[in-house]
T-cell receptor, first 111, second 111 residues
Framework: DVKVTQSSRYLVKRTGEKVFLECVQD?????MFWYRQDPGLGLRLIYFSYDVKMKEKGDIPEGYSVSREKKERFSLILESASTNQTSMYLC??????????FGSGTRLTVV | DQQVKQNSPSLSVQEGRISILNCDYT??????FLWYKKYPAEGPTFLIS?????DKNEDGRFTVFLNKSAKHLSLHIVPSQPGDSAVYFCAASRTGNQFYFGTGTSLTVIP
């Protein structure tokens, strides 16, 4: 089974800090995704990547950037964290016939 | 605009009875649909899928029905068990790469 690992389960950061959320998958998948989940809003796509060094904006990219230097690693960067970025962040890897395999999520609180 | 909608934020069902979760979509080009289950503080896990060439797919206690003309799909859980209590997301895709998610339905199965 594909494993998608997110480096932190819980994070607390201060407003204005630069925040890195790391995600690693172990099955050599090309497609990786970052979502955030908020109550009543479901899962919203922030950024995705089809290959190394390639990235595409999702539905809500503002305030975020990403990095894909190696195939297995897809990082989400909050350039200057704000309180409205407090959320559950979910990384996913594209699995054939099963849609996505998600990581366990990172609960980020910006204070 | 929300392309995938789950109009019931919550549902309560007695143990042993049927749970029916509904999902509507607006894009007639969607051809692959998934249901995910999510427990608190965990990432979503794949539950069941259906492609547009079918109108029904069954896996144990879980059955997904697709009505293309109505742009509607539903997930049936029979019999419902307390361990099924979770948030359920439906997702739809046109190419099989990027999926659009509904806002989720929180299912509570009452023992």
């Amino acid at each position: 089974d594909v494993k998608v690992t997110q480096s932190s389960r819980y994070l607390v950061k201060r407003t204005g800090e630069k925040v890195f959320l790391e995600c690693v998958q172990d099955m050599d998948h090309e497609n990786m995704f970052w979502y955030r989940q908020d109550p009543g809003l479901g899962l919203r796509l922030i950024y995705f990547s089809y290959d190394v060094k390639m990235k595409e904006k999702g539905d809500i990219p503002e305030g975020y950037s990403v990095s894909r230097e190696k195939k297995e690693r897809f990082s989400l960067i909050l350039e200057s964290a704000s309180t409205n970025q407090t959320s559950m962040y979910l990384c996913a890897s594209r699995s054939p016939f099963r849609g996505y395999t998600f990581g366990s999520g990172t609960r980020l609180t910006v204070v | 605009d929300q392309q995938v909608k789950q109009n019931s934020p919550s549902l309560s069902v007695q143990e042993g009875r049927i749970s029916i979760l509904n999902c509507d979509y607006t894009n007639s080009m969607f051809d692959y649909f998934l249901w995910y289950k999510k427990y608190p503080a965990e990432g979503p896990t794949f539950l069941i899928s259906i492609s547009s060439i079918k109108d029904k797919n069954e896996d144990g206690r879980f059955t997904v029905f697709l009505n293309k003309s109505a742009k509607h799909l539903s997930l049936h859980i029979v019999p419902s068990q307390p361990g099924d209590s979770a948030v359920y997301f439906c997702a739809a895709s046109r190419t099989g790469n990027q999926f659009y998610f509904g806002t989720g339905t929180s299912l509570t199965v009452i023992p």
